[in-house]
T-cell receptor, first 113, second 113 residues
Framework: GENVEQHPSTLSVQEGDSAVIKCTYSDSASNYFPWYKQELGKGPQLIIDIRSNVGEKKDQRIAVTLNKTAKHFSLHITETQPEDSAVYFCAASKDSGYSTLTFGKGTMLLVSP | DGGITQSPKYLFRKEGQNVTLSCEQNLNHDAMYWYRQDPGQGLRLIYYSQIVNDFQKGDIAEGYSVSREKKESFPLTVTSAQKNPTAFYLC????????????FGPGTRLTVT
């Protein structure tokens, strides 16, 4: 089955700096790569996703890049703010039958004022 | 408002007792999921259902059971056979299984003593 590795497990930055979180996946058939943000005590929320026919996608301060050859994708947050502090999860899935999302173990991002 | 509700937010049980966690959605989604979240472990899939009266085991189904009698509802029972039931449980739904955004509920924190 699919295996998703996520790094780093924790990331501390100063407000205004950029943050990058990286994930690798094992199944070359995976074609959907979402990123979720989870605030303390709440359920995860989708912040951005990318499909395999696109190499990069941007939404204001966040962007995701995908390298299908190397089987890795990354989340980039620019001009970080304290409210960006949360746990971020990457995931991967494919279009087939009973396919489901496989999640990475998460990255705790702390943005200090 | 459309969304997913989970109740209760906190649940306490004595060891040896079965307990049922509620999950309801009014998004008209076909697929529903149950995840377990432990510190540093990310989201692990317990069970999922693509359609009413059908469900599939996830990665950690042992000690859990589900039913899908209605499209809107996907209750999870944590049985006494689950060796380490204390965890944060998340329910999610999506239009269909596979490469679609999953919408998460707020979660239920279960403590078994």
């Amino acid at each position: 089955g699919e295996n998703v590795e996520q790094h780093p497990s924790t990331l501390s930055v100063q407000e205004g700096d950029s943050a990058v979180i990286k994930c690798t996946y094992s199944d070359s058939a995976s074609n959907y790569f979402p990123w979720y943000k989870q605030e303390l005590g709440k359920g995860p929320q989708l912040i951005i996703d990318i499909r395999s026919n696109v190499g990069e996608k941007k939404d204001q301060r966040i962007a995701v890049t995908l390298n299908k050859t190397a089987k890795h994708f990354s989340l980039h947050i620019t001009e970080t703010q304290p409210e960006d502090s949360a746990v971020y999860f990457c995931a991967a899935s494919k279009d087939s039958g009973y396919s489901t999302l496989t999640f990475g173990k998460g990255t705790m991002l702390l943005v200090s004022p | 408002d459309g969304g997913i509700t989970q109740s209760p937010k906190y649940l306490f049980r004595k060891e040896g007792q079965n307990v049922t966690l509620s999950c309801e959605q009014n998004l008209n989604h076909d697929a529903m999921y149950w995840y377990r979240q432990d510190p540093g472990q990310g989201l692990r899939l317990i069970y999922y259902s693509q359609i009413v009266n059908d469900f599939q085991k996830g990665d950690i189904a042992e000690g859990y059971s589900v039913s899908r009698e209605k499209k809107e509802s996907f209750p999870l029972t944590v049985t006494s056979a689950q060796k380490n039931p204390t965890a944060f449980y998340l329910c999610a739904s999506s239009i269909s299984s596979g490469s679609y955004e999953q919408y998460f509920g707020p979660g239920t924190r279960l403590t078994v003593t």
